[in-house]
């Protein structure tokens, strides 16, 4: 069983930077992909940023394409979101989510591919 720990959340202001972390154990970490969600009240969770297992490929939505970016740090067991230029619109619950590809290049873009899932840490962007 995987268990994923989300910090870094908080209230910021339009513009500022933000770098949410996410700690996965349970699992070797290199085994598994990352991607951070987000859900804003009233709607769906989508997807906002992946990464592969040997973290070659990334995919950004086109929301935060330029804005954000996904990294992670094998040795430390934790994929981070980097999040700049922070829009009202980005204010949502943002959750991490690892899923266990065969292929080391591999990333999933739907929620239902990945099966872990963190308790979700909260971003509010004032204008």
């Known amino acids: 069983q995987v268990q994923l720990v989300e910090s870094g959340g908080g209230l910021v202001q339009a513009g500022d930077s933000l770098t949410l972390s996410c700690a996965a154990s349970?699992?070797?970490?290199?085994?598994?992909?990352m991607a951070w969600f987000r859900q804003a009240p009233g709607k769906e969770r989508e997807l906002k940023a992946a990464?592969?297992?040997?973290?070659?490929?990334?995919y950004y939505a086109d929301s935060v394409k330029g804005r954000f970016t996904i990294f992670r740090e094998n040795a430390k067991n934790t994929v981070y979101l980097q999040m700049n230029s922070l829009k009202p619109e980005d204010t949502a619950v943002y959750y991490c989510?690892?899923?266990?590809?065969?292929?080391?290049?591999?990333?999933?873009?739907?929620?239902?591919?990945?099966?872990?899932w963190g308790q979700g840490t909260q971003v509010t962007v004032s204008s």
């Open positions: 349970g699992r070797t970490f290199s085994s598994l992909a």
């Open positions: 990464i592969s297992r040997n973290g070659v490929i990334t």
């Open positions: 989510a690892a899923a266990t590809p065969y292929y080391s290049g591999s990333v999933y873009y739907t929620a239902r591919e990945y099966p872990y």
